[in-house]
Nanobody
């Protein structure tokens, strides 16, 4: 059973920074950060492969950085220049595929609030 645990959320002023962490049990897999703003659908923020290749949503490019420490099996999301519209619950995701099916695993989420 894969377990994911996010941490690092909180209240920050516009222009500030936060670093989220996601600790994962089990094997090293591609990991993705999603977020769900209030009253909106969940959206992809950034993805990192097992080898460290990254991809970002346009709305965070140049501000957020996804990284990982495979020795600790932890994925990070460094968020800089935060804006009020970044307010959301942030989730980490691991998608594990077998021969015929894929399963999505989710953490419990961590709240990020950007407000003055």
């Amino acid at each position: 059973q894969v377990q994911l645990a996010e941490s690092g959320g909180g209240l920050v002023q516009p222009g500030g920074s936060l670093r989220l962490s996601c600790a994962k049990s089990g094997s090293i897999t591609p990991m993705t950060w999603y977020r769900q703003p209030p009253g909106e659908q969940r959206e992809l923020v950034a993805t990192i492969t097992a080898g460290g290749s990254t991809n970002y949503a346009d709305f965070v490019k140049g501000r957020f950085t996804i990284s990982r420490d495979n020795a600790k099996n932890v994925v990070y999301l460094q968020m800089n220049s935060l804006k009020p519209e970044d307010t959301a619950v942030y989730y980490c995701n691991s998608r594990v595929c077998g021969t015929y099916t894929c399963t999505n695993y989710w953490g419990q989420g961590t709240q990020v609030t950007v407000s003055s």
